[in-house]
C-alpha cells in the first residue's frame, strides 16, 4: 500500500517537500517518518493558495515520481439548498454555461436546462443553486442567458437583467447599484488569476457590466461605476456622430489593469459591419486605440477571449470561425483548418462553437456543441481536429481543474453532475503523430520563478533562458515587453554548437537609471516611473507539440514598509499630556494625546543619558531585506521639540549650513509638519556650490545608519515621543 511504498522510497533518500508558487516558499517535512507518512504544516492564505509537492529526484523501477500541484485555501461556502426554493436554468435544449473564480479554479457554477449547480472542490462534491419564489416569473426563471460567480456571489444575466444570489438573498440589480434597471448586453469577469500587482491610484475592477452604448466597472461589495459610453468612444476613434457605433463585447486581458472594449461600427448596417477595439489601462485611466479592425456580417455576435502573455493576444470566434490577434495585433487572421479553411462547423457536422478553454500554458481547446473538440496552442494559426471523446449527445463542457489543468464537466438528464479528467497533453500528442508535427526545438529553458519581481530605485533583476534546437533551423529568443517603458534592457547572448545542435543562452538585465535628486517634480517624476510592466521570454517559432512554458512576470517598482512590533508590551492604548513648553508651535495649554497601540506598536523604553541611533530596516511580506544606509529625518508627530542631536554640521563633515527642521518649516509654512522636509526638497551640505555658510556648530539633524549621529534627551523631565521617519535620499 502506499505507506510501504513511502518508507521504500524514503530509505532511497525520497524527502517531499511543499512549494508555494505565488509567494515561492518552502515548507518541510517533520525531520521523521510517522507510520510511513511525511507530515508538513502549512499556513493558510488567501493569496497563496496554489501549492506543489515536489521531491527529490529518486527513481523506483526506472520511475521518477511527478511532482502535483494541488490546491489549498480557507475553506469555501456553497450556497444553502433551501427547501421549497424553484431552479433556475437556461431554456430548454441549450448547452451548458459556466463561470469559474480565476485565482480559485475550483469553484464553479454551471447552469443547465434543469438546474444550476455549484462547487468548491472541481465538482467532487457540488450543492444546487436555486431561487426563492415569487421574484422571477416562470418564464424568466427559466431564460438565464449568463452566469457570472464572484466573491460577491453569483450574478444571473436574465432577459438583459442582471441578478444576483447571496447566501441570504436573491434580489434584481439596478439604479440602486449604478447600474441600468435592464438593456443589459452582458458582463464579465477577470479570467487570469494575479496575485501581486502594482496600481497607484486606486481599487482594481472585479467585474465589467455592458449595454448597448455604456460599459460600467464593478468592484467588490456591489460597487459599480460608468465608465463610458460609445458616444466618448467616436470622438476616441475620429467616428462621425452620425455613423452607429455599439458594444459588441467586453474582456479583461491578462494585464492585471487593463480591459478591452470590442466595438461594432457600420454607417448603413444592413449587410457588413467592422470589429475595432480599444483597450484603457484602470491605472493611467488612458484609452489605447488599437491597429486592428475586423470585416464582418451584421449579425455576426463574436465572442473575445484574451491568451495569458504579456503582450494583448486576444482570440475571438463566432458560431463557426476563430480569429487570432497575436503580437499586439500585429498578427491577425483566421485559425486555419486542414480543410474547410477554418469553418470548424464544417468539420464537426455543422456543429457550432459551444465554448473555449485556454489555459496558462498556451494550450487551446475548441469544443462543438456536439462535443467534437480541436486544439492548438498559443501562437499556433492552424487547429488539429482531436479524437472523439464524448457522446455527441452529452451535454458537457470544458473548464480548468485546480491543478490548472482542462476537465470535463457533465450534466445528465437526471441532474447530476460529473466530472472526468481529460489527458488534453496525449490526444494532443496521438494527433500530432498521426499528422508528423514536430517542434522546432529540442528545449527551452529559463529561471522565471515567480509571477511577480518588485524591483526598488538603484535595483536590477537579471534573468536567464536558453534554447536548444537543431543545427540550421535558426531560432531566437524574443524578450516582449508591455505596459509603461520604466525598465532599462541590456541583453548578453551566448551561442555554441556541438554534435549538431545549437544553444542560445541569453542573459537579461532589467534596471534603472533614472536620477531624481534634485529634480524640478519629485512626485511627479517618482510617479512616471513607477508602475507595471510585463515581460514575457518566447522562443521566434513554435508548434502544437511544443512544452511551451507561458512565462509571463511583472515587474513593479514601489517601496515596501516594516512592520511594527506588537508582541513584546503590554497591549492597550492609554492618554498622557505633554507640557505646552515643551512643543514647537508653544501653545497656551497642554496637549491630552492618545497612544494608539494599534498604529504605533509596543514604545521603548530608554534612560536619559542612554544614547538613540535609530537603525531602518526594510521589510516586505517575506521578512527582513535590508538595513536602511541612506539619510533619512525623525520628528515627533505631536510636536514635541525637546530633544537635539549630538553631531554638530561642522563634525558631521558640512561646507555649508545644512538643512534643519527649523530652516524648513520656515521656507514651507504653508504646508503641514510631516511635509516641509523630504525627498523632494532635499539638498545635502558637503558642496560649496550648494546652499550657504552660516553656523556649523548648530545640531546636525540628518541620520544614517554610518554617522554615529543620535538623539539627545532632556534630563530635567521625562517624557512619551511618537516619531515619525521619512528617507531623504530621493534615489533610495
Not at 416569473?137 to 466573491?151: F, G, P
Not at 455576426?300 to 490577434?325: E, G, N, Q
Not at 516586505?620 to 514635541?640: C, K, P, Q
Request: aromatic share 14%; with cysteine; net charge neutral.
Amino acid at each position: 500500500n502506499s505507506k510501504i511504498l513511502s518508507k521504500e522510497l524514503a530509505t532511497l533518500g525520497q524527502k517531499p517537500v511543499i512549494f508555494t508558487s505565488l509567494k515561492k516558499r518552502f515548507y518541510y517535512p517533520d525531520s521523521k517518518m510517522k507510520n510511513g507518512t511525511w507530515h508538513i504544516a502549512l499556513p493558510m492564505s488567501v493569496d497563496d493558495v496554489l501549492k506543489e509537492v515536489k521531491g527529490n529526484q529518486v527513481a523506483f523501477q526506472d520511475c521518477f515520481i511527478a511532482d502535483v500541484i494541488f490546491l489549498l485555501s480557507f475553506p469555501l461556502l456553497t450556497m444553502p439548498d433551501i427547501p421549497g426554493f424553484l431552479p433556475i436554468t437556461t431554456p430548454q435544449g441549450s448547452p451548458l454555461i459556466a463561470s469559474q473564480m480565476s485565482c480559485v479554479p475550483s469553484s464553479v457554477v454551471v447552469v443547465a436546462d434543469m438546474e444550476t449547480f455549484q462547487t468548491n472542490d472541481s465538482f467532487r462534491t457540488w450543492t444546487r443553486i436555486r431561487v426563492p419564489p415569487n421574484i422571477l416569473t416562470d418564464d424568466e426563471r427559466h431564460n438565464v442567458s449568463d452566469v457570472y460567480l464572484s466573491w460577491d456571489g453569483i450574478f444571473f444575466l436574465i432577459n438583459s437583467v442582471l441578478y444576483i444570489r447571496t447566501f441570504i438573498a436573491f434580489r434584481r440589480l439596478g439604479r440602486d447599484e449604478n447600474l441600468p434597471d435592464n438593456g443589459i448586453s452582458g458582463a464579465t469577469i477577470r479570467k487570469w488569476c494575479w496575485v501581486k500587482y502594482l496600481i497607484k491610484n486606486k481599487e482594481r475592477s472585479a467585474m465589467a457590466v455592458w449595454t448597448k452604448n455604456e460599459v460600467y466597472l464593478g468592484y467588490l461589495s456591489l460597487i459599480f461605476v460608468k465608465l463610458t459610453t460609445t458616444e466618448k468612444l467616436k470622438s476616441l476613434l475620429n467616428i462621425s456622430p452620425a455613423d452607429t457605433l455599439t458594444i459588441q463585447n467586453v474582456a479583461f486581458l491578462a494585464h492585471p489593469l487593463e480591459l478591452a472594449i470590442i466595438l461594432n461600427y457600420c454607417t448603413t448596417c444592413s449587410i457588413n459591419k467592422k470589429i475595432y477595439l480599444v483597450i484603457y489601462n484602470e491605472d493611467t485611466e488612458q484609452w489605447m486605440k488599437q491597429d486592428f479592425a475586423l470585416d464582418v456580417t451584421s449579425d455576426t455576435v463574436l465572442s473575445a477571449y484574451f491568451i495569458y502573455s504579456a503582450m494583448p493576444d486576444l482570440l475571438l470566434w463566432d458560431k463557426h470561425r476563430l480569429y487570432y490577434c497575436y503580437h499586439n495585433f500585429t498578427d491577425t487572421g483566421i485559425i486555419q483548418t486542414p480543410t474547410e479553411f477554418g469553418n470548424l462547423s464544417r468539420l464537426s457536422q455543422n456543429s457550432t462553437i459551444h465554448n473555449v478553454f485556454i489555459d496558462y500554458y498556451g494550450n487551446v481547446v475548441v469544443k462543438m456543441k456536439n462535443n467534437i473538440m480541436f486544439y492548438f496552442k498559443a501562437n499556433i494559426r492552424d487547429a488539429v481536429k482531436l479524437h472523439v471523446w464524448i457522446n455527441s449527445t452529452m451535454k458537457s463542457l470544458t473548464a480548468m481543474s485546480s491543478f490548472g489543468v482542462v476537465f470535463l464537466i457533465h450534466v445528465f438528464e437526471n441532474g447530476t453532475v460529473y466530472p472526468q479528467e481529460y489527458p488534453l497533453r496525449l490526444e494532443a500528442e496521438s494527433v500530432a503523430f498521426t499528422i508528423k508535427e514536430k517542434c522546432p526545438y529540442v528545449a527551452f529553458l529559463n529561471n522565471i520563478f515567480t509571477v511577480f519581481y518588485f524591483l526598488d530605485k538603484g535595483q536590477n533583476i537579471s534573468i536567464w533562458t536558453q534554447i536548444v534546437y537543431p543545427e540550421n533551423v535558426g531560432l531566437y529568443i524574443m524578450v516582449e515587453s508591455y505596459g509603461p517603458k520604466i525598465l532599462q534592457e541590456k541583453h548578453h547572448i551566448h551561442y555554441e554548437i556541438a554534435l549538431g545542435y545549437c544553444t542560445k543562452t541569453m542573459t537579461i538585465t532589467f534596471f534603472q537609471t533614472k536620477n531624481y535628486e534634485a529634480v524640478d517634480d519629485y512626485f511627479k517624476l517618482q510617479n512616471e516611473n513607477m508602475g507595471l510592466q510585463l515581460i514575457h521570454v518566447r522562443p521566434s517559432a513554435s508548434a502544437r507539440t511544443c512544452p511551451i512554458a507561458q512565462k509571463v512576470s511583472d515587474m513593479g517598482r514601489s517601496k515596501p514598509l516594516p512592520p511594527f512590533n506588537k508582541k513584546e508590551c503590554l497591549q492597550h492604548d492609554f492618554f498622557y499630556n505633554i507640557e505646552k513648553s515643551y512643543l514647537r508651535n508653544k501653545p497656551s495649554k497642554n496637549l491630552r494625546v492618545k497612544y494608539d497601540w494599534n498604529e504605533y506598536g509596543c514604545p521603548l523604553r530608554l534612560d536619559f543619558g542612554e544614547k538613540f541611533h535609530p537603525v531602518l530596516q526594510l521589510f516586505n511580506e517575506n521578512g527582513y531585506i535590508e538595513d536602511v544606509e541612506v539619510n533619512f529625518i525623525v520628528w515627533e508627530i505631536h510636536g514635541r521639540n525637546d530633544y537635539s542631536f549630538n553631531n554638530t554640521m561642522k563634525k558631521s563633515g558640512c561646507l555649508n549650513e545644512a538643512q534643519t527642521w527649523k530652516s524648513m518649516i520656515a521656507r514651507n509654512k504653508h504646508l503641514p509638519l510631516g511635509e516641509v522636509w523630504g525627498p523632494e526638497n532635499y539638498k545635502h551640505c558637503f558642496s560649496y556650490a550648494i546652499g550657504k555658510p552660516g553656523d556649523l556648530n548648530q545640531p546636525y539633524e540628518i541620520i544614517n545608519k554610518s554617522n554615529y549621529n543620535h538623539l539627545v534627551w532632556p534630563v530635567d523631565h521625562s517624557g512619551m515621543y511618537v516619531f515619525r521617519v521619512k528617507i531623504l535620499d530621493p534615489n533610495y
